[in-house]
C-alpha cells in the first residue's frame, strides 16, 4: 500500500535541529567558493589586466547568481508538487519516499511575493531526486556521469597543485635524499623527484579518504581551520605585495615613468 508510512532511513527532509551553527555552515561556505583556484587569481589579474579580469569575476559571479536562483526556483516547484493532493498518483516507486518525507514536514507557508520562495527553512532536496522527478530516469544517470567526470577531474587537478608545489618546497628525509624538487622542472622522470611527487599524492590521497568517512559535524573544526587558514593566506598574499617590493613580482617600479620623463626633458 503506498499510504503506509515509510521508514525514518528513506527521508530526505529533516525537520530535526541544524546540524551546524550558522557561523560554521558560513566556514563550509567560504571553503566551497574559495577553491585552491583563488591562488591564482593574482596572476591572472596580472596577465589579462585590471578591467578585463574585473569584467570577468562579475560576469563569472553573475552567472552563479543566477544558477543559484534558477535552483530555488526548482526546490520550489519540487515543493509544491510534492504537496499536491493528487502526487501519489503520478509518483514512480523511486520517488515515493521524497512525497512521504514532504508530507510529514510542517505545512507549506503562505505564498511569498518574488524574490521570495514560499519554502519552509528546512527544506532540503538532493540534486539527482530532482532531476529524476522533473527530466526522468535517463536525465539523472547524464548529471550522474558528468558528476563523476567533474569529481575525478576535480582530484586530478587538486592532487597535482598539492603534490607538485609540496615536493618543491617540503623536502622529506627519506625520500630524494632530503632535497625539494619541480617535478615540471625535472630532466629525468623518474628517480627520488617521482618518489616524492608520489609520496605527497598519498598524504592527499589519505587525508581525502578521512575526510570521506566522516560526518558533516564532524569535519566542522577541519572546515574552520580551512577557513582561517585562506584568510590568513589572503592578508599574506595582501602584505607581501603592499611591503615587498615590486621587483620580486615581476612588476616595473614605480619610479619607472618618472625617470624616462626626466631623461626625456633633460634630452
Not at 508530507?103 to 529524476?132: F, K, V
Not at 597543485?161 to 629525468?188: H, R, W
Request: aromatic share 8%; hydrophobic share 50%; charged share 10%.
Amino acid at each position: 500500500m503506498r499510504n503506509e508510512t515509510p521508514s525514518a532511513g528513506l527521508r530526505f527532509e529533516d525537520t530535526r535541529a541544524s546540524l551546524l551553527q550558522p557561523w560554521q555552515v558560513v566556514c563550509y561556505t567560504i571553503n566551497v567558493i574559495m577553491g585552491s583556484g583563488f591562488l591564482g587569481v593574482p596572476a591572472g589579474f596580472l596577465s589579462s589586466g585590471t578591467l578585463l579580469g574585473l569584467a570577468v569575476i562579475i560576469v563569472v559571479s553573475w552567472m552563479q547568481w543566477i544558477a543559484a536562483c534558477l535552483l530555488a526556483e526548482v526546490i520550489a516547484r519540487a515543493h509544491a508538487l510534492l504537496h499536491a493532493k493528487d502526487v501519489m498518483s503520478w509518483l514512480t516507486p523511486t520517488l515515493t519516499p521524497l512525497a512521504f518525507a514532504s508530507t510529514s514536514a510542517s505545512p507549506t507557508p503562505a505564498r511569498a511575493r518574488p524574490p521570495g520562495l514560499a519554502l519552509p527553512s528546512h527544506t532540503s532536496y538532493e540534486i539527482l531526486m530532482l532531476c529524476r522527478l522533473f527530466m526522468g530516469k535517463r536525465a539523472e544517470q547524464c548529471v550522474v556521469v558528468s558528476c563523476i567526470l567533474y569529481l575525478v577531474g576535480s582530484l586530478w587537478s587538486y592532487i597535482s597543485v598539492f603534490a607538485s608545489s609540496l615536493a618543491a618546497m617540503v623536502p622529506l628525509k627519506i625520500v630524494n635524499d632530503g632535497e625539494p624538487c619541480d617535478i615540471y622542472q625535472t630532466d629525468v622522470y623518474g628517480g627520488g623527484c617521482i618518489g616524492l611527487y608520489y609520496l605527497w599524492v598519498l598524504v592527499f590521497a589519505t587525508l581525502m579518504v578521512v575526510l570521506l568517512c566522516a560526518e558533516v559535524r564532524e569535519q566542522a573544526l577541519f572546515q574552520i581551520f580551512m577557513t582561517a587558514a585562506r584568510l590568513a593566506i589572503i592578508l599574506l598574499m595582501t602584505a607581501t605585495l603592499v611591503l615587498g617590493k615590486r621587483e620580486q613580482f615581476g612588476l616595473p617600479p614605480l619610479n619607472d615613468n618618472a625617470s624616462t620623463s626626466t631623461t626625456l626633458a633633460a634630452g
